[in-house]
């Protein structure tokens, strides 16, 4: 920046940046726990966390300290060589899930591509589905990545559209619809790939028992079923994974986000031998994927949630989240879902969009999220404090009852 330039840094950054996100007007400069400062001081409630990817808030202390002691040891070794941190991130996570085998990544894309590819895999070699054959069931308003294999199973036209031709081999159905599952199944499926909870959908539940049914279907038809649990896992619900609500467990967890703290990307996928050993050395990698520096605040991640204590906030703290959210309705907001410290939230039309809704939560001091037009999302770091989180809620009620915005 020249000594004659005054703009903003969010309009500079507008001017040089390629415009695939639409960010509210801040410009943020530091944070601590639930809170962030802008450049200019002033402070605002996180009510996003990253998508998940804060769910222990920014910089805690643990985290963030052994980030800074693997910094000054190693970062980098890729995996033609093992680390020292390697192994018991892997047997941690691994335990955490209660399988046998973690294969480590970066990003929640990656990893989903990853869990394709292992189904695929294990479809022809262990299943004896015809080569190139392998059919993946996916769901109605599914979000599962940007990659150009993700995406084209999608049914948003911002996600999907103009970004063809697409890979065959995913057969879409209704979400919750255990039926049309049943339905779609045939001799060349190898995997039913479900997000427990659509977060990028506005946090749409599933019907009750849908996800049970989903795992007693899949055992019956011999059929991996696959958890895509980056958003919805790691504390975030209440429990450790969102499938635990229904007592469910996947054949593969993909996971990350909060596996990474928002310090690092890290991703995995997480299954039992029979299906993640289908694969060979030369087969499936990464040159970042379980880096030294990933695997140490990956493992603190994991003794984090091992101890259950976030957990029980999530779901302590989503008890207050529901009932006031519930409140609502009916004064500006016309629906709401909630799991744990996870909320989709429908505003009423005649307020306004989610992103007017947002950007006047702004302006009082909190930083959430639109999704799908009218939906907004909140998702606070799972050690905001209950005054905080009140407070944010207090600002949330004042904008969607004040009438229509703008008027």
């Not at 415009?19 to 801040?26: A, I, K, Q, S, T």
């Not at 049943?182 to 039913?192: C, G, K, N, Q």
């Not at 696959?226 to 996971?255: K, S």
């Not at 499936?284 to 140490?296: M, R, W």
Request: hydrophobic content about 45%; aromatic content about 6%; charged content about 20%.
């Amino acid at each position: 920046m020249t000594l004659t330039d005054t703009r903003t840094p969010f309009q500079r950054a507008e001017e040089r940046t390629a415009h695939n996100y639409h960010p509210l007007p801040v410009v943020i400069e530091h944070a601590s726990g639930a809170w962030m400062t802008d450049v200019d001081g002033t402070r605002y409630l996180d009510l996003l966390a990253g998508y998940s990817a804060l769910n222990f808030g920014h910089s805690h202390p643990a985290l963030v300290q052994v980030a800074h002691e693997q910094l000054d040891r190693l970062t980098l070794t890729s995996r033609a060589f093992v680390h020292d941190r390697f192994a018991d991130f892997c047997a941690a996570l691994g335990d955490l899930c209660g399988k046998e085998l973690v294969l480590p990544m970066n990003t929640g894309a990656e990893a989903v591509e990853t869990a394709i590819k292992v189904a695929r895999k294990w479809g022809y070699e262990v299943k004896g589905v015809t080569p190139n054959q392998a059919k993946i069931i996916v769901f109605t308003g599914n979000f599962h990545g940007r990659t150009t294999t993700i995406v084209g199973f999608s049914d948003d036209p911002d996600a999907h559209d103009g970004f063809g031709p697409f890979a065959p081999g995913f057969v879409q159905v209704p979400y919750g619809d255990l039926a049309a599952v049943e339905a779609a199944i045939d001799e060349d499926t190898v995997a039913v790939l479900v997000e427990p909870i659509q977060g990028e959908g506005g946090v749409v539940l599933p019907p009750e028992g849908f996800l049970r049914g989903l795992r007693e279907l899949c055992t019956r038809t011999n059929v991996l079923l696959a958890a895509d649990e980056i958003q919805a896992g790691l504390g975030r619900t209440g429990r450790t994974f969102a499938c635990d609500h229904e007592d469910v467990v996947p054949d593969m967890y993909v996971l990350g986000k909060a596996l990474g703290a928002g310090i690092v990307p890290v991703s995995a996928v997480v299954a039992d031998r029979d299906v993640l050993g289908v694969l060979r050395p030369g087969q499936h990698g990464s040159t970042f994927g379980g880096n030294p520096l990933a695997c140490a605040v990956g493992h603190a991640v994991v003794q984090l949630l091992a101890t259950g204590e976030h957990q029980a906030r999530a779901t302590e703290l989503g008890v207050v989240l529901r009932e006031r959210l519930e409140a609502l309705v009916g004064h500006g907001v016309v629906g709401v879902r909630v799991r744990g410290l996870w909320a989709g939230i429908d505003i009423d039309p005649t307020i306004g969009t989610g992103r007017e809704v947002c950007e006047a939560l702004m302006a009082r001091g909190v930083l959430a999220k639109d999704t799908h037009g009218s939906t907004i999302r909140l998702a606070p770091p799972l050690v905001i404090s209950r005054e905080d989180l009140e407070w944010g809620l207090d600002q949330l009620a004042a904008v969607v009852s004040s009438g229509p915005l703008g008027a």
